[in-house]
């Protein structure tokens, strides 16, 4: 791997640390302000929300813009959501503000993986990359779980400035206040990314022009015969993903009675088994057999429901870990084929940007869907089991569609897949 690559991993680390102690920390703010349950299961799509809105920009402004300054640029945006989220913004707006920042992140963090490295390692380098990320989501909710909790936060709270009212009066407030120190520390890996000799897209100043060229870019990545399998299945894939992030902690404190320090920990569970499968994924698949692993969704959906029958920790937490790696070893050759169908088709933010569309969309309705049924008094339980039996009745459905393209567009499937083959520079 060249070397901007572990620069690139350092800033992901330290961002993604930061917004999944985030999370955690938001969750409890509500709770602690006495906020409905509906608010809190309402942060998952409000993060998602500027993916959806913003979309047809931000691809483009990654692809006109060096992609460590758009990085940057990112993180200060999500600095800011967190000073507002201690000013008194309510959580929800301000968690959107981060969201905001993640949305304008993403493009650039993933299309600069196809400007660095050649095809051949790009299953390599999203396993590394996601293994880091899932790594840094075990710690950020393990790190979010602690600062709220009542030995870190009793210390943060002892500190006090000479002359200086900082208004950081609760366990949450001090935890944010935390955090914004690892945003900063991102922000300094994101300076030192290199450019590469990927020449830069002019972006233009027409909405109107960016909207329809970014259009243009989800249907051609709709209609790929290998791009569309990928796309609906990682757009499945992250959709569930993101809301379970929450639904675990819901879950955990009907079934096992959790408060969120401990809940976070489940969380964190998930997050190994992810790694585990995203790192044995890079290591034993080969960017042509990435649609084989589709089957390996259905289980996935399947294994979801059984949560509901599991009130012992011993017994959840290597469920979760089975559960977690079943999903990184489906997920990651998927990304791959993705982003390699996205960059030949189109410029690589653009490729990510509709890629985070489509999942983020999926997030921010099965979000709002997961909201309302909380919002109406449905259980976590009962959440659990239409989650999965959605995604296990999707993936089967994904499966028929490329069984199908297989048959009907042998040819051009064939050819698609001899491109990901030979494609090595």
């Known amino acids: 791997m060249k070397k901007g690559f572990y620069t690139i991993m350092s800033a992901q680390f330290f961002s993604s640390l930061a917004d999944n102690a985030l999370f955690v920390a938001a969750v409890e703010l509500l709770r602690s302000s006495g906020a409905a349950e509906w608010q809190r299961a309402a942060l998952v799509p409000m993060f998602a929300l500027f993916y959806v809105v913003l979309a047809p920009f931000v691809g483009a402004f990654a692809d006109a813009v060096p992609k460590g300054k758009v990085m940057f640029v990112s993180n200060s945006i999500k600095v800011v959501g967190c000073l507002m989220m201690l000013l008194g913004l309510h959580p929800l707006l301000a968690y959107a503000i981060v969201g905001l920042g993640a949305a304008a992140y993403s493009p650039a963090k993933y299309g600069i993986l196809t400007e660095l490295l050649p095809p051949s390692q790009l299953v390599k380098a999203n396993g590394w990359i996601e293994g880091l990320t899932i790594t840094s989501i075990i710690l950020g909710v393990l790190l979010g779980g602690q600062l709220v909790g009542e030995h870190v936060s009793a210390m943060l709270l002892a500190v006090d400035l ?16 935390t955090l914004v120190s690892l945003y900063v520390v991102a922000a300094l890996f994101n300076l030192r990314i290199p450019r590469t000799d990927t020449a830069l897209q002019p972006m233009s100043s027409d909405p109107l022009c960016l909207v329809r060229d970014f259009a243009a870019c989800n249907s051609r990545l709709w209609q790929d015969k290998l791009g569309q399998i990928s796309l609906a299945t990682t757009t499945l894939f992250w959709g569930v993903s993101g809301n379970l992030r929450y639904i675990v902690l819901a879950w955990a404190a009907a079934a096992l009675g959790y408060g969120t320090t401990q809940a976070s920990g489940l969380v964190g569970v998930v997050a190994i088994g992810t790694a585990v499968g995203a790192v044995v994924a890079s290591v034993s698949m080969r960017l042509d057999r990435a649609t084989g692993v589709i089957p390996l969704g259905v289980a996935m959906g399947l294994l979801v429901i059984f949560m509901n029958v599991i009130s012992n920790v011993w017994v959840a937490a290597p469920f979760l870990v089975l559960l977690g790696a079943i999903g990184g070893y489906l997920v990651v050759p998927m990304n791959a084929l993705l982003q390699h169908r996205g960059h030949n088709l189109m410029g690589a933010g653009r490729s990510i940007a509709v890629q985070n569309f489509n999942e983020q969309a999926c997030i921010l309705g099965l979000g709002a869907f997961y909201t309302m ?53």
């Open 162 to 177: 000479p002359m200086i009212d900082t208004g950081i009066d609760t366990p949450p407030e001090a935890a944010i206040a």
């Open 373 to 425: 049924l909380t919002r109406f008094g449905m259980s976590a339980f009962g959440a659990i089991t239409i989650f999965g039996l959605v995604v296990a009745a999707t993936m089967w459905l994904i499966g028929r569609w490329h069984r199908h393209n297989c048959v009907q567009h042998k040819d051009e499937v064939d050819r698609l897949l001899a491109i990901a083959r030979s494609d090595k520079h």
